[in-house]
């Protein structure tokens, strides 16, 4: 029999690998979050080795019995992680042996390379799952935020410069459009991780007669109707990264949403806007400055976006060389979705603390919003009513502005003598235009800020969510 310098592979070694190079090859330090998947994979492949007759029942009932064991140990903290057996798929293996020897057989026919692509599998629809409900959660934050503040309106900005008026309502639906993207982002991700790997072997496949389908069907890889998807390539299934880029991605997507929104809120939240008061569950002080309260989760938040977008050029970088199929360089991939998966779940529960907690500033708010500037499109459309072209009407306005600019008075204050001047038309009830109740029942189709609109939006939302 050949020496055994290595528990797993060590056959063909005549020495054990060094020091520095167990600590630099390990990955348990990192994987072995994948422990509850691998036991579901190992209880599921030793359970198709008995239906084909490469397990008998003493068997497969001891390795059973032998997984239990090794799972309580995992989950009261009592299995010592051993970096001599490289990952969680052999140090699972080694406890479990030394409980039930007939353990020797549960490698048949698999690699850990079929292994470690079956467990990522499990892990991101475990993952997606956790993500689609805090999604959920900060979503149902967002709408009793703004079904609370339907009366209230602030400026809406392009360029960061005042441009129309929207209610806080309107602004805070469109965060809902953006995570409602990412729900069905994550959604999709689950459906596509949704494909069994398992019985690719290490390149191959195997000479042994597996039935891949029992697998998936324990694995709960199965199509709405139940029946088992199984991948279709040995090669790409154990070579394929995809979900790892397609769900660092979706983390990118969902992270730069939530980067974009903690910005509208640092601002609104600056005194220079005054627009809210953040609460101060989710801000901090300065250690010099008594009289500052910081907007840091916001701003963690942000910071922690670059981070995750980071995960996913990482994946690229270390994917896009590759040839088929394994290669160790692999073995980092997990790195890069656990932080982001990690990343998401703490920010999204932060974002939804914090907006929760937010008040809006209704004086600092209509103060704002009273800008007769803001209605400068309304006035062209006036004009476009009156009969005037558009790009006509959008110069007479821009006269308008340069006019009260000049006299240094708000729009709608123009003298009537120079607003005639300016147009004919204007020589009209032009002025009626500054009324901002006006202003939003003029903006009734379908995605504008008109109330109507935006209580239909509500009520359509809440009832995906069930606030
Ligand atoms: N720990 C390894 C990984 O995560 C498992 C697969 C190892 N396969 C191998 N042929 N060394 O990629």
Same mark, same amino acid.
């Given at each position: 029999?050949?020496?055994?310098?290595?528990?797993?592979?060590?056959?063909?070694?005549?020495?054990?690998?060094?020091?520095?190079?167990?600590?630099?090859?390990?990955?348990?330090?990192?994987?072995k979050?994948?422990?509850?998947?691998?036991?579901?994979?190992?209880?599921?492949h030793?359970?198709?080795?008995?239906?084909?007759?490469?397990?008998?029942?003493?068997e497969l009932?001891a %390795?059973?019995?032998?997984?239990?064991?090794? !799972?309580?140990?995992?989950? =009261?903290? &009592?299995? *010592?992680?051993?970096e001599?057996?490289?990952?969680?798929?052999?140090?699972?293996?080694?406890a479990?042996?030394?409980?039930?020897?007939?353990?020797?057989?549960?490698?048949?026919?698999?690699?850990?390379?079929?292994?470690v692509?079956?467990?990522?599998?499990?892990?991101?629809?475990?993952?997606?799952?956790?993500?689609?409900?805090?999604?959920?959660?900060?979503?149902?934050?967002?709408?009793?935020?703004?079904e609370?503040?339907?009366?209230?309106?602030?400026?809406?900005?392009?360029?960061?410069?005042?441009?129309?008026?929207?209610?806080?309502?309107?602004?805070?639906?469109?965060?809902?459009?953006?995570?409602?993207?990412?729900?069905t982002?994550?959604k999709?991700?689950?459906?596509?991780a949704?494909?069994?790997?398992?019985?690719?072997?290490?390149?191959?496949?195997?000479t042994?007669p %597996?039935?891949?389908?029992?697998?998936?069907? !324990?694995?709960?890889?199965? =199509?709405? &109707?139940? *029946?088992?998807?199984?991948?279709?390539?040995s090669?790409?299934?154990?070579?394929?990264?995809?979900?790892?880029?397609?769900?660092?991605?979706?983390?990118?997507?969902?992270?730069?949403?939530?980067?974009?929104?903690?910005?509208?809120?640092?601002?609104?939240?600056?005194?220079e806007?005054?627009?809210?008061?953040?609460?101060?569950?989710?801000?901090?002080?300065?250690?010099?400055?008594?009289?500052?309260?910081n907007?840091?989760?916001?701003?963690?938040l942000?910071?922690?976006?670059?981070?995750?977008?980071?995960?996913?050029?990482?994946?690229?970088?270390?994917?896009?060389?590759?040839?088929?199929?394994?290669?160790?360089?692999?073995?980092?991939?997990?790195?890069?979705?656990?932080?982001?998966?990690?990343?998401?779940?703490?920010?999204?529960?932060?974002?939804?603390?914090?907006?929760?907690?937010?008040?809006?500033?209704?004086?600092?708010?209509?103060?704002?919003?009273?800008?007769?500037?803001?209605?400068?499109?309304?006035?062209?459309?006036?004009?476009?009513?009156?009969?005037?072209?558009?790009?006509?009407?959008?110069?007479?306005?821009?006269?308008?502005?340069?006019?009260?600019?000049?006299?240094?008075?708000?729009?709608?204050?123009?003298?009537?003598?120079?607003?005639?001047?300016i147009?004919?038309?204007?020589?009209g009830?032009?002025?009626?235009?500054?009324?901002?109740?006006?202003?939003?029942?003029?903006r009734?189709?379908?995605?504008?800020?008109?109330?109507?609109?935006?209580?239909?939006?509500?009520?359509?939302?809440?009832?995906?969510?069930?606030?």
């Open positions: 029999m050949a020496k055994k310098s290595q528990a797993t592979w060590g056959g063909r070694f005549s020495k054990g690998p060094a020091e520095l190079m167990l600590t630099f090859s390990e990955s348990v330090s990192f994987d979050r994948l422990a509850p998947f691998d036991i579901a994979v190992n209880r599921a030793t359970a198709m080795l008995h239906h084909v007759g490469l397990l008998s029942r003493r009932q %390795i059973h019995k032998g997984l239990a064991v090794v !799972e309580k140990q995992i989950e =009261d903290g &009592k299995l *010592k992680w051993n001599a057996f490289e990952d969680v798929h052999m140090n699972i293996e080694q479990l042996t030394k409980i039930a020897p007939e353990a020797a057989k549960m490698h048949t026919a698999r690699s850990r390379n079929d292994q692509a079956t467990d990522s599998r499990l892990f991101f629809k475990f993952a997606c799952d956790s993500i689609v409900a805090l999604l959920e959660n900060l979503q149902r934050a967002i709408l009793k935020v703004a609370a503040n339907q009366s209230v309106s602030i400026p809406g900005y392009t360029h960061l410069q005042r441009a129309q008026p929207v209610s806080v309502a309107h602004h805070l639906l469109a965060y809902v459009e953006m995570f409602s993207r990412d729900i982002r994550f999709r991700l689950h459906d596509d949704n494909w069994c790997p398992l019985g690719s072997g290490a390149i191959a496949g195997t042994l %597996i039935d891949r389908e029992f697998t998936a069907k !324990e694995l709960g890889f199965v =199509d709405s &109707k139940g *029946k088992p998807r199984v991948t279709t390539n090669m790409d299934a154990v070579a394929d990264r995809d979900l790892f880029l397609d769900f660092a991605h979706a983390c990118a997507v969902c992270a730069t949403h939530f980067s974009r929104v903690s910005e509208d809120i640092i601002l609104w939240n600056s005194t806007f005054g627009y809210v008061e953040l609460p101060d569950a989710f801000c901090t002080g300065s250690s010099l400055m008594p009289q500052k309260k907007p840091d989760s916001l701003e963690l942000r910071g922690k976006s670059g981070r995750i977008i980071g995960s996913l050029q990482a994946l690229y970088a270390m994917v896009k060389g590759l040839p088929l199929t394994y290669n160790r360089d692999l073995q980092e991939d997990k790195v890069q979705v656990f932080d982001s998966f990690d990343q998401i779940e703490l920010c999204l529960q932060v974002l939804e603390g914090t907006i929760a907690g937010m008040q809006f500033k209704k004086g600092r708010c209509q103060e704002a919003v009273a800008d007769p500037g803001l209605l400068a499109t309304d006035l062209a459309d006036w004009l476009v009513n009156e009969g005037v072209a558009f790009r006509d009407a959008h110069h007479v306005v821009g006269a308008m502005v340069a006019r009260a600019e000049t006299l240094k008075i708000p729009l709608d204050q123009v003298p009537l003598d120079d607003a005639k001047s147009h004919p038309k204007l020589a009830n032009w002025r009626s235009v500054f009324d901002l109740d006006r202003a939003f029942r003029a009734e189709g379908i995605g504008m800020p008109g109330p109507k609109q935006i209580k239909k939006q509500l009520n359509r939302w809440s009832k995906v969510y069930g606030s």
